[in-house]
């Protein structure tokens, strides 16, 4: 039997159809086609509804994620900026600690519960997921212990923050959950207030159409919804939010091929993950896994009854029901929530009583705000061959990044309250740059690009190359002592004239317009003498200069030019900050990292940046005596203001002004971090500041804030020698001009030089005939 003779047979049964072969032949047509019509809209629909299965209709954000935080003893919590990392990370102050993400904060004492959190090859387990006590003792962790049994704890962990998302073009943000995790409360809620018939319909529920047409009817308006769950679904992926009867129809009919599809627990599972929420910033908040970390800071999976009722009744109308906006409205909406769970049996009274005694429980909502916004740009820049923008905001990867927060929330700060202070007495637009290295590792801790990424998004601390003027000065002096000078050796700083490649004269000066003759080469450098500084470069030889240069910066080319010496090379503050690296961790070049691993969706690890490649490029000994110096730049040199702005005991500096004051550079290191500011103008017009006047006050106080006191050690081949800085020779024991200073072994000053030493010392010389 073909397939057409049934719809023969039927033909033939109806009298003015057997009369007219042609009508007959029409009819047959019409119904053809019609049914083709269904059949290719439903395995068209079909096909739409199936990608769903693939995830290829969910749009996952990546998230670019902060550092870790470790607690340990002897970690000063001031500069670790612990309090506001808890704020930022949304921890709950409670007197009584009890739960994941809460604390109490005493005096000398502080009971925290660290959230559980996974992270690349780091076992979380023994730091978080407990109560744990802290023992203070000035600012500073004496020990920590578990709240329970009391045994000591190495460390405690709190999860990375989340310093930026990278959302798609409709700027969705959600967090997958799957029905597993849900708990069976959160589903009855749900169900009961948006579907009680779910398990019994086939994609629409008849009753319920008929229910809200007679409601409408009686109220003269559409006032009852009959949408089941599997409609809203639709509706939310494949249909627009226009009311049409088409579109009804259209929804209803592709509600059914779902229905038929896929298990109702599938539907129920991509309805949890698609359903609308809220807004935050300028992001819509969509599933019930991404309400329940906004709203309560939560996974779904420990979320109360109360609170799951709350998120069930926000479905209705996510904005009129806000519990940040409409919080009376939003009890009131939880409540009948929960009594309708009562009614329906879901709940027993008792649990129903207790559950509307409870408040909202929302947790404070943080002003958005774009965090570390020029590292974000910087960061997908070094993505963009690996992974485009477009990847990112679909992929839901996870980035784990080198940013410290509170350093970067510091360097933020203090750059834009020192540039609006400059900005009050200066008729010129300055702009800044702040970059934080750590300088064993080349992590970037914190990056600054401007004054404010709202107006220019331009990241002066990447891509801005101007003359680091003084700053290069340190290299100049590192190549002397290599070459067997000392702190001790002097130097001459009288004018000098150079004739350039071109023909023309160089006639360096100095900042003050002075010479000043014969000087020590650490005051020279403390004081940042720029005769003294060329003639000791020319002696030296520029090539090797250049030669050093190289070692630390491997991607730049350096000319020999006499210029060279005062620094007419154009870096960026970042290289800047890996120039300086090797004078704080002992002489060994480091790359510039911004991440450490990625993850995919799965948490699959797909680039692991661990290792740290180092290379031993400056003599160590020799970087231990330049370190000296550089710390004579703060205590006594162009620097020596610092300690008014509260730059730590011990910390190395440098100051750096290129011609005209047309730029402002300070860099200072400890043997942990680097900070170089550069201060300016995008124009290159001169704002009138010195090294010491612009950079150097953001540089101290960013330093004051994270840095408590710098320890060098030193290497077992340095001593410690006094001399009378007048004439570098062996200073006596009473000596006024005598200076304690380091030098290699066996490259110390050995002569007494004639009326120096103690009374004592000269008349024991003069006995042997010595004068």
């Known amino acids: 039997m073909t397939p057409l003779k049934p719809l023969k047979k039927l033909l033939m049964h109806i009298p003015w159809v057997t009369k007219r072969p042609l009508a007959r032949g029409l009819i047959a047509s019409i119904i053809i086609l019609v049914s083709l019509f269904v059949l290719f809209e439903t395995l068209d629909t079909i096909r739409e509804i199936r990608k ?154 008849l009753f319920a159409i008929i229910r809200a047409t007679l409601v409408d009817i009686r109220h003269g308006s559409f006032v009852e919804g009959a949408s089941t769950i599997t409609q809203q679904l639709i509706k939310n992926m494949f249909l627009s939010s226009r009311r049409s009867i088409t579109r009804k129809i259209k929804e209803a009919f592709m509600a059914m091929v779902m229905d038929a599809t896929y298990t109702k627990d599938e539907i129920l599972g991509m309805y949890i993950n698609e359903v609308y929420m809220g807004q935050y910033g300028y992001a819509g908040i969509y599933g019930i896994g991404r309400a329940a970390e906004l709203y309560f800071d939560k996974p779904v999976s420990s979320l109360s009854l109360s609170e799951a009722a709350l998120l069930a009744g926000i479905i209705r109308a996510p904005n009129k029901y806000s519990p940040y906006k409409y919080p009376s409205r939003a009890l009131a909406r939880r409540n009948t929530v929960l009594k309708i769970m009562y009614t329906e049996s879901k ?41 485009s923008r477009d990847k990112l905001a679909k992929g839901g990867y996870n980035i784990y990044t080198t940013i410290d927060t509170h350093m970067q929330s510091i360097a933020t700060t203090t750059l834009q309250h020192s540039i609006k202070n400059i900005c009050r007495r200066s008729n010129v637009p300055v702009q800044g740059a702040v970059v934080i290295c750590d300088s064993h590792t080349g992590d970037i801790k914190a990056m600054v690009g ?184 703060i205590t006594e040199g162009t620097a020596s203001k610092a300690s008014m702005y509260g730059m730590p005991h011990g910390i190395c500096g440098k100051t750096g002004t290129t011609d005209e004051l047309r730029d402002s550079w300070f860099v200072c290191f400890s043997p942990r971090e680097v900070v170089t500011v550069w201060l300016g103008n995008d124009s290159f017009k001169p704002i009138g500041l010195t090294g010491a006047e612009g950079a150097m006050p953001v540089a101290a106080m960013i330093m004051s804030s994270i840095e408590k006191r710098a320890f060098w050690n030193r290497p077992r081949d340095v001593v410690l020698c006094k001399v009378d800085r007048r004439n570098g020779k062996p200073a006596g024991l009473f000596n006024s001009y005598s200076v304690t200073l380091p030098y290699i072994q066996g490259t110390g000053p050995t002569a007494m030089h004639p009326g120096q030493g103690s009374p004592i010392v000269r008349f024991i010389h003069s006995l042997f005939g010595r004068d």
């Open 52 to 205: 769903i299965a693939t995830g290829s209709v969910w749009h996952i954000p990546s998230k670019i994620l902060s550092d870790i935080t470790l607690i340990r003893p002897g970690t000063d919590i001031r500069l670790l900026g612990l309090r506001p990392r808890l704020e930022r990370l949304r921890y709950r102050r409670v007197q009584k600690v009890s739960h994941p993400g809460e604390y109490a904060w005493y005096r000398d004492h502080i009971v925290i519960y660290p959230r559980r959190f996974k992270y690349p090859f780091m076992d979380t387990s023994s730091s978080t997921g407990m109560v744990m006590d802290i023992d203070i003792e000035a600012n500073t962790v004496v020990n920590i212990y578990r709240h329970d049994t009391g045994r000591p704890i190495k460390e405690i962990c709190l999860e990375p923050e989340v310093i930026a998302k990278i959302l798609d073009t409709h700027h969705e943000d959600r967090s997958m959950v799957s029905l597993a995790e849900c708990p069976t409360y959160l589903l009855d809620a749900i169900l009961c207030t948006e579907d009680k018939r779910f398990y019994k319909h086939s994609g629409i529920d």
């Open 347 to 387: 709940i027993t009274r008792d649990t129903y009583s207790q559950a509307i005694k409870s408040p909202l429980g929302v947790v404070p909502l943080k002003e958005w705000k774009r965090q570390a916004p020029y590292f974000v740009d910087y960061l997908l820049a070094l993505l963009k061959d690996t992974l």
């Open 450 to 633: 401007g004054y404010d990424y709202g107006i220019s998004q331009y990241n002066r601390a990447i891509k801005l190359k101007r003359q680091i003027g003084s700053l290069i000065k340190p290299v100049v002096y590192y190549t002397a002592l290599r070459q067997g000078y000392t702190l001790s050796s002097f130097v001459d700083d009288e004018p000098i004239s150079l004739t350039l490649d071109d023909k023309t004269q160089w006639k360096p000066r100095n900042f003050d317009n002075k010479s000043h003759g014969m000087v020590m080469l650490i005051d020279a450098l403390a004081k940042s003498y720029n005769m003294a500084t060329v003639r000791l470069g020319i002696k030296v030889g520029i090539g090797n200069v250049a030669r050093n240069l190289q070692l630390m910066l491997p991607a730049h080319t350096f000319s020999t030019n006499p210029s060279l010496l005062l620094g007419s090379i154009g870096l960026s503050p970042l290289e800047v900050s890996t120039l300086y690296c090797p004078f704080a961790n002992g002489g060994f070049r480091v790359r510039p990292r911004a991440i450490r691993f990625i993850t995919n969706e799965n948490g699959t690890i797909i680039l692991d940046n661990r290792h740290v490649n180092t290379v031993q490029v400056l003599d160590p000994s020799v970087v231990y005596i330049l370190d000296h110096a550089l710390i004579r730049v």
